[in-house]
Each structure stands twice: as C-alpha cells, then as structure tokens.
C-alpha cells in the first residue's frame, strides 16, 4: 500500500504564493492520473487540478491563470504552485491519485482511491 503525503501549507497575505508538494510513495507519477483537491469549511472537496500520466493538466476555472499542477517522475513528486492567492483559496488540500482509471483524469473526487492526510492554507485579507 502506497502512501500520499503534503506539504507547503501556510498563512499567507491575499497576493502571495505558495508551493504544496506531494511525495506519492508506492504511487508512480509516470504511471496514474493524479490531483489536487481542496476542502473549505462548510463546502464540498472539490478538483483544483489533474495532471495526466503522460502530462495534459485541468484546472477549475476558479484557478486557472494562477495555479500551476506539476510533477517530477523522477523523484516521484507532484507540486501545486499557487499564486495571487485570494481568500477565497482558503481550505485544506489534498494529493491525490486514482490507479484504476484506464485514461484521462476524472474530476469527480470518488473517482480518486488514494489520498493524503491533507495540508492546510489559509489566505487572509
């Protein structure tokens, strides 16, 4: 059994940027649909970004233009650069990795069997 885990979370000013990384342990990058959800109080998780094994990315509207999903197969790592983050960005993030999806990234978060205990980032005005 493999195991996700994040870091790079913080307390950041409305503006600035953050780096979340995701060491994916028993998870090959090269090899499944991976991703990054968030969780804000009171709401649902919801997609942030997908990247595909061989490379396309998805991103919500809400952070397209200023989140940036990557990977790093050697080291066997996901990264979600966030910038000009809002307070709206606020919540708990999550890697994630779906290894019986055949192709294409899902965005739905039950589509997804392996996550991370989650890291938390709080934006302030």
């Known amino acids: 059994q493999g195991e996700l885990v994040e870091s790079g979370g913080g307390s950041v000013q409305a503006g600035g940027s953050l780096r979340l990384s995701c060491v994916a342990s028993?998870?090959?990058?090269?090899?499944?649909?991976l991703g990054w959800f968030r969780e804000a109080p009171g709401k649902n998780r919801e997609r942030v970004a997908t990247i595909d094994p061989n490379g396309p990315t998805n991103y919500a509207d809400s952070v397209k233009g200023r989140f940036t999903i990557s990977k790093d197969n050697a080291e066997n790592t996901l990264y979600l650069q966030m910038d000009n983050l809002k307070p709206e960005d606020t919540g708990i993030y999550y890697c994630t990795a779906a290894t019986n999806v055949p192709y294409g990234c899902p965005s739905a978060s039950f589509s997804y069997n392996a996550w991370g205990q989650g890291t938390q980032v709080t934006v302030y005005s």
């Open positions: 028993g998870y090959p990058t090269s090899r499944y649909c």
